[in-house]
């Protein structure tokens, strides 16, 4: 993978057929992807077909999203995360593919307490352990995993390398959380990177919205990240299209950060295209 690599997300095409989805994408120019397991999960699509397909379309999946689990249950309730996560981690290896994305579950922040914390820290501890070989990333979503304080907790507490934060600036600002807050509680651990936009409360393309993220993604290059940035849409407009435009767009500016943080100079600044609906301009 190349350092700061730009991924398409499928998970915008959950309920479209995915083999022709990826062959969409290809004709796109979406080669690099982040492919959603719900495809193979809940609708049973074979793996031989996804692999047969992403190989005819000279595309590489670099991480695979998997489904809903939930780290926060004790026995015997955590057993059927444990076995979910199990045949996730096959399908990926399936696809040699060895980094997966998680959720931390459905706990609510005003259930956060020491049981919970120590439940989720044994099961993912347990979960690294098991599959020594897969690295796991965990992203923020609604709940208690919308506060930084305790996903970092959590990353500190499990205490492995291959147990990282899948860092969402725009779920938590969804959440009313301040994501470049969220960012410095929880840079050190941050393995994978989603762009999308928000704007009114809802979310829509990377490049429009409400919210800037480029002061964010410039700490972050600046920093020192050269891990992978998965762009998604979960608008209400043509999720094709959008996620199209979102991708250009974060090839844009991702590439002009990292050639800032780098230091090294350059003739022609990237193309980065204005984005359908835009609000507020990257710069």
Known sequence: MQPCQVLASTTS?????LPTTLEIFARLDLRDIDLNLNH??????????????????????????????DFFHGEPEIEATVASVARQVAMARTLDVNRLRLFFGRAARGEWCARL????????????????????????????????????????????????????????EHAGVDSMTAFRVLQPFIAHVHLKGLDDGRFCEFGAGAIDLTPLLAELIASG??????????????????????VRCARGVIAR?????????????????????MTKKYT
């Open 225 to 246: 990240y050269r891990g992978a940035f998965t762009v998604e849409y979960e608008g209400e407009f043509d999720r094709t299209l959008r996620l199209y435009e979102s």
């Open 40 to 69: 193979m999960i809940e609708r049973g699509v074979d793996l031989d077909r996804v692999r047969t397909a992403l190989a005819d379309n000279g595309q590489q999946a670099w991480i695979v999203s998997g489904g809903w689990c």
């Open 257 to 277: 950060l990292a050639v800032s943080a780098s230091g090294a100079s350059f003739e022609t600044e990237p193309r980065v295209p204005r984005a359908l609906h």
């Open 13 to 17: 095409h959950k309920r479209e057929p």
């Open 117 to 172: 914390r120590d439940a989720s820290v044994a099961n993912i501890q347990r979960l690294a352990d098991r599959h020594p070989e897969m690295s796991f990333v965990f992203e923020n979503h609604d709940g208690a995993s919308s506060c930084p304080d305790i996903c970092r907790e959590i990353l500190e507490r499990v205490d492995r390398s291959t147990v990282r934060m899948n860092f969402d600036p725009i779920n938590f």
